[in-house]
């Protein structure tokens, strides 16, 4: 496996091996590498000859410039595990050598897509997910790009972008992946203490209730059932707990074929910010 800096390298290296000609995968990260993006990296392994992970903490994303600060940069251990789960190659430039200069992002505004859940709660985030990959796409230029499941309105996001920018682009979907314990995995897992990782089950375990309640036709009542149980938890705080359409991020009307119905949650337990999802049926 190769580390590759810059976008010289990166096109020294796709010229070497004839990129155009092969079936190519891409799985762009933040890096922090855990058993969820390993499954990703070998999603792709699995549809294409050849893969490529990008590692790039990217500034524009983050609306609050603590996080971007404190965000953990582990590149050697990312790379042991990249390869491990068998990548070809790590893409990591800085921002400013992606970016062409100083990181910026244009504002985006796809409606709920990109100002509703995710969006509202961090205003410009999306903006910053569509310039850094839209960069990233255009370097690397990749036959399929793979996106985890439980950044489930960063994929719609990607989905449209891919659609609309890239056309010749395929978007691959992993499925979200959990601990033994059901919490969803996350770099920010490892900031909570073990009685945190305990708390935080609530999460699961309420999106487990409202998909049950939809097997039985009482989702409104689940959902409003969840979203107190949650409130009066005093280990958690509650930012939403809702039923939407995943294609759009607008709330879920219970009908329509070319709905995508997910229930979603978000909230923060030991000051730790979690996010997860899952299918309304199972």
Not at 63 to 91: C, H, I, S, W
């Amino acid at each position: 496996m190769v580390l590759l800096q810059s976008l010289d390298a990166l096109a020294n290296w796709q010229a070497s091996l004839v990129w155009h000609e092969k079936v190519t995968g891409f799985v762009p990260t933040m890096g922090a590498l855990h058993e969820g993006h390993a499954s990703m990296i070998k999603l792709a392994k699995r549809q294409s000859e050849v893969v490529v992970v990008s590692i790039l903490v990217n500034p524009t994303q983050f609306n609050n410039a603590k996080d971007f600060e404190t965000y953990p940069r582990t590149l050697e251990g990312d790379m042991d595990k990249a390869q491990a789960a068998g990548a070809d190659a790590v893409f990591a430039p800085s921002p400013e050598a992606l970016y062409g200069g100083q990181p910026e992002a244009i504002p985006v505004n796809w409606g709920a897509l990109t100002h509703a859940y995710e969006g509202a709660r961090r205003p410009g985030h999306f903006d910053g997910v569509v310039a850094v990959v839209d960069l990233l796409f255009q370097a690397v230029q990749p036959t399929l790009a793979v996106f985890g499941e439980k950044d489930l309105q960063q994929v719609g996001v990607i989905e449209k972008l891919a659609k609309d920018w890239h056309p010749g682009l395929k978007v691959v979907v992993a499925p979200l992946v959990r601990e033994p314990s059901g919490l969803a995995m996350s770099s920010r897992n490892a900031r909570l203490s073990v009685q945190g990782a305990t708390s935080a089950l609530a999460l699961h375990q309420a999106l487990l209730a409202v998909q049950r309640g939809a097997q039985d036709g009482g989702v409104v009542q689940a959902v409003k059932a969840q979203r107190a149980a949650l409130t009066a938890n005093p280990a958690v705080t509650l930012e939403y707990l809702d039923v939407l359409d995943a294609l759009t991020f607008e709330p879920w009307k219970g009908r329509g074929q070319e709905a995508r119905p997910y229930v979603v949650v978000a909230a923060e337990v030991e000051g730790v910010r979690l996010i997860d999802n899952m299918p309304l049926t199972a």
